[in-house]
Structure formats: C-alpha cells, structure tokens
C-alpha cells in the first residue's frame, strides 16, 4: 500500500468508519507520517462540524452537579496529607536507639510537611491566578494577546488579557532567567509614539512569571505589547533588548 | 492573525482547567453542554446514557486537560471528538444494532432551556443543515450512518445493499464536498 491509500482512507477514519483491519493498517501508518496526521486533524475537523446536525438538547442540572462533586473529590483527594502516628511500643523495643531515629523521622516529618505547606500555597495562589485570568478573559469587552519570544528569548510565550477599564493581566512561560538586579518589564505601544512603561516582574525559577497590571487609559487603543530586560526597578523608556512581543496590531 | 475571541478564551479555559481550575470545567460545561448533550442524544437515543456519557466526557476533560494540542486543532473539535467517541463506544458496547432499523429516521426532540446563553446558535446549524442538503442523499447516507449510528463501511453497505467499493467511494466523495462546502466558514463552526 502506498502513501496516496492510505490519504483516501483518512476521511472514512475521521468518522471511525473503517473496519478493524484497514484502521489498524492506517493507524500503524500515522504512527510515521506526519502529512497524514496533520490530514487527519482537518477531517476530524470536518467530521465536527457534523455535531451542528444534531438538535442542542438540554442535560438534567444533576448531570453538572455529579462532575463538580467527582472534580471536588478529585480535588481533595490529592490535597490531603496521610499521617500516621507512631506506637509507644516502639519506642520502648528500641530504647535511645529508636528514640534517636524517631527523632531524625520527625524532624524529616516536620521539614517536609513545611515544604507541603509551602507547595500547597503556592499552588492556591497560582489556581487563585487562574481564576482571575478566566474572570478577566471572559468578561464583556475582554481583550487578548499573545507575544512571542524573540531571538533571546526563542521559545517564550506570554499572553496579556485585558478589559476595557484597562485591568490586565500577564501570564508568561519559558522566560530565560534574569540576571541579579534585572527584572521584565511591560511596555504599551500605540501607533509611533514613545512606549508607556509598565510593571516589572521576574519570572520563577521554572521561567513562568504572572503579574496584575493598571494599563494606561491611552494604551487601550489598539496596543502592541512588548517585554524588556530592565534594572530590576523599571525604567521610564525601554533600554532594550524586546524579549518578546506582541504581533502586529489588528 | 488572532484567534476568536470565543476560540482564545476556550483555550484558555482547557489552560485553566488543565492547572485543575474547578470554575473553568463549569464555564466550559454551560458554553457545551448543549450541543453535547444533543449529539449524544442522536447518538444513543437514551437520556440517562447520554447523561452518563456527557459526565465521562467532562470528566475526561478534567484529567485529560493538558494533552489537548492547540496545534492540531481547535478546543469544539477536541471536545466533539472525544464526545461522539465515547457515545460510539457505548453505543456499541450496548450493542443496539436493531437501532440499524430505524436509522436515519431518528429524530431527537428537547428543549433548549435558554437558547440566548447557548454558546451555539442557528447560525451555525444552518451552514451544516445546508451543506448537507446540497449532498446527493447517496453519499450523505452512509456519512450519517457512520457519524450517528457508528457503523462501519462493511456494515453500511450491508444495511443498504451496495457494494462495499460503492459505499467508499460514496463516502470519501461526500467527505470532500462537505469540506468544499464548509470552506471559510471554520471561525464560525469553531475549526
């Protein structure tokens, strides 16, 4: 079987109509084929669209109640902590020996509930982020843009969501470190005059920075968004070089 | 060029969801359970299954979050693959094939309870509805058998009588004026 078989099967498999035989043979071949793959996502595509023939029908309200109760569960379950306390008895079949090694496991016990602890919060903080960042994308007026990293900073991405009373918020990855006594800082740009400046902020030590940030009333006309290296308190206007952003305005 | 707005904040709510942002999986929930919900309907014809698949879906959706690939495809198209996946797993694992019977003839009635919300309006089901009206009925019969009732190419041909190369040929056609026919309209079908 050569290449352009397999193509003409790909439709028919987008709708999972092929027999066993022939969609185990075709999906042997997209393992290694790269045109075909990207072929098949555009059918699945077309295939999608065949979901708008079906009448939107309304699910019992219990249906959501049992997926936020299963996601709650889900939730809880990995938040909680086991702890198990230790028996006298072992203390006393052990004597200073076992109270000696009981020790060094509380102490290791106590180190890592701390660093829990301090996970934990930060993964509150972060979900708190991100229900910000959803409030504020889907808010009546939102705005989003995506910048992009530039040479030193190939592979970066960062996206400003903003709505018309100008409250934005950022949310960057894949940052390269910044050096002592530097820090990343927002700029907004409208048409050929000078950038405004914004906020700084620097990334962690996994290169994701968040920040909340007040835009210009000014900037709120069609910005281009960029990300500078600063002196870690800001400057008034850019001393280069642009890490990442924003693509041409629309 | 930007993405929809619609289409950025779907992303970013699989983003959300995938950080295990409860509120996210809710939001994405009310934009499509609709729509879901109906297409599991045609495809299972029984509430209480339909039900029970929208919860796996969504479910999936909450651990399966960060596998979805904003490079290969738009969020409604991940979500309505993953749901009529499902639906055709179960389906055949009920094994209702006297469903065969009245294919096509299936017609599911529910009411929309606020149409306005519904991230899915008429809009949308006109452009499919007249696309697949332009199809001759030979091949959107046996792309309709394949995407509803989840029969397979040797299958339909046995429902309808034709030879199995017929059935292939007439699918892969209609496929391709479907796609012809659906052209440019991908930011409002949401692909």
């Given at each position: 079987?050569?290449?352009?078989?397999?193509?003409?099967?790909?439709?028919?498999?987008?709708?999972?109509?092929?027999?066993?035989?022939?969609?185990?043979?075709?999906?042997?071949?997209?393992?290694?084929?790269?045109?075909?793959?990207?072929?098949?996502?555009?059918?699945?595509?077309?295939?999608?669209?065949?979901?708008?023939?079906?009448?939107?029908?309304?699910?019992?309200?219990?249906?959501?109640?049992?997926?936020?109760?299963?996601?709650?569960?889900?939730?809880?379950?990995?938040?909680?902590v086991p702890f198990r306390s230790t028996s006298r008895n072992l203390w006393s079949s052990f004597g200073s020996l076992g109270a000696m090694a009981a020790a060094v496991l509380f102490t290791a016990l106590i180190v890592g509930l701390v660093v829990?602890?301090?996970?934990?919060?930060?993964?509150?903080?972060?979900?708190?982020?991100?229900?910000?960042?959803?409030?504020?994308?889907?808010?009546?007026?939102?705005?989003?843009?995506?910048?992009?990293?530039?040479?030193?900073?190939?592979?970066?991405?960062?996206?400003?969501?903003?709505?018309?009373?100008?409250?934005?918020?950022?949310?960057?990855?894949?940052?390269?470190?910044?050096?002592?006594?530097?820090?990343?800082?927002?700029?907004?740009?409208?048409?050929?005059?000078?950038?405004?400046?914004?906020?700084?902020?620097?990334?962690?030590?996994?290169?994701?920075?968040?920040?909340?940030?007040?835009?210009?009333?000014?900037?709120?006309?069609?910005?281009?968004?960029?990300?500078?290296?600063?002196?870690?308190?800001?400057?008034?206007?850019?001393?280069?070089?642009?890490?990442?952003?924003?693509?041409?305005?629309? | 060029?930007?993405?929809?707005p619609a289409q950025e904040s779907d992303i970013l709510l699989l983003k959300a969801i995938a950080a295990r942002d409860e509120a996210a999986l809710a939001q994405l929930y009310d934009r499509y359970r609709t729509i879901l919900f109906g297409l599991?309907?045609?495809?299972?014809?029984?509430?209480?299954?339909?039900?029970?698949?929208?919860?796996?879906?969504?479910?999936?959706?909450?651990?399966?979050?960060?596998?979805?690939?904003?490079?290969?495809?738009?969020?409604?198209?991940?979500?309505?693959?993953?749901?009529?996946?499902?639906?055709?797993?179960?389906?055949?694992?009920?094994?209702?094939?006297?469903?065969?019977?009245?294919?096509?003839?299936?017609?599911?009635?529910?009411?929309?309870?606020?149409?306005?919300?519904?991230?899915?309006?008429?809009?949308?089901?006109?452009?499919?509805?007249?696309?697949?009206?332009?199809?001759?009925?030979?091949?959107?019969?046996?792309?309709?058998?394949?995407?509803?009732?989840?029969?397979?190419?040797?299958?339909?041909?046995?429902?309808?009588?034709?030879?199995?190369?017929?059935?292939?040929?007439?699918?892969?056609?209609?496929m391709i004026r479907l796609r012809e026919l659906l052209a440019g309209q991908g930011e409002s079908l949401g692909f």
């Amino acid at each position: 079987m050569v290449h352009e078989d397999y193509k003409e099967m790909i439709p028919a498999r987008a709708l999972s109509a092929l027999d066993a035989a022939e969609a185990q043979t075709l999906n042997e071949h997209l393992e290694n084929c790269a045109e075909c793959r990207k072929e098949l996502d555009d059918w699945q595509a077309t295939a999608a669209a065949l979901a708008f023939d079906a009448n939107p029908a309304e699910p019992s309200p219990k249906v959501r109640e049992r997926i936020l109760d299963e996601v709650r569960k889900d939730l809880s379950e990995t938040n909680v902590v086991p702890f198990r306390s230790t028996s006298r008895n072992l203390w006393s079949s052990f004597g200073s020996l076992g109270a000696m090694a009981a020790a060094v496991l509380f102490t290791a016990l106590i180190v890592g509930l701390v660093v829990i602890w301090r996970q934990n919060n930060a993964i509150r903080d972060e979900l708190q982020q991100s229900r910000e960042f959803v409030q504020l994308v889907t808010s009546p007026g939102a705005r989003v843009r995506e910048l992009k990293g530039v040479d030193l900073a190939a592979g970066a991405t960062a996206t400003v969501a903003y709505d018309t009373n100008g409250h934005a918020m950022l949310v960057a990855d894949k940052l390269p470190r910044v050096p002592q006594g530097k820090a990343y800082q927002l700029w907004f740009i409208v048409g050929n005059k000078p950038p405004m400046p914004g906020k700084t902020f620097a990334p962690d030590s996994s290169g994701k920075g968040r920040m909340k940030e007040q835009m210009p009333r000014e900037a709120l006309d069609s910005p281009t968004f960029a990300i500078t290296l600063e002196p870690a308190g800001g400057s008034t206007t850019p001393t280069m070089p642009i890490y990442l952003s924003s693509s041409a305005v629309n | 060029m930007h993405p929809e707005p619609a289409q950025e904040s779907d992303i970013l709510l699989l983003k959300a969801i995938a950080a295990r942002d409860e509120a996210a999986l809710a939001q994405l929930y009310d934009r499509y359970r609709t729509i879901l919900f109906g297409l599991l309907m045609r495809i299972l014809n029984n509430r209480e299954e339909a039900e029970d698949v929208l919860q796996e879906v969504f479910l999936q959706v909450w651990r399966k979050a960060a596998d979805f690939d904003e490079s290969r495809g738009r969020p409604f198209t991940w979500l309505v693959t993953l749901a009529r996946s499902r639906g055709i797993d179960r389906l055949r694992t009920i094994a209702s094939r006297e469903r065969v019977a009245e294919a096509g003839a299936r017609e599911v009635s529910e009411e929309i309870s606020d149409a306005a919300t519904d991230a899915f309006k008429s809009e949308q089901r006109g452009l499919v509805s007249d696309a697949l009206a332009k199809l001759p009925d030979e091949q959107k019969r046996p792309i309709m058998l394949a995407y509803f009732d989840g029969l397979t190419q040797s299958e339909i041909a046995t429902h309808l009588g034709s030879p199995l190369g017929t059935v292939k040929t007439r699918m892969r056609t209609g496929m391709i004026r479907l796609r012809e026919l659906l052209a440019g309209q991908g930011e409002s079908l949401g692909f």
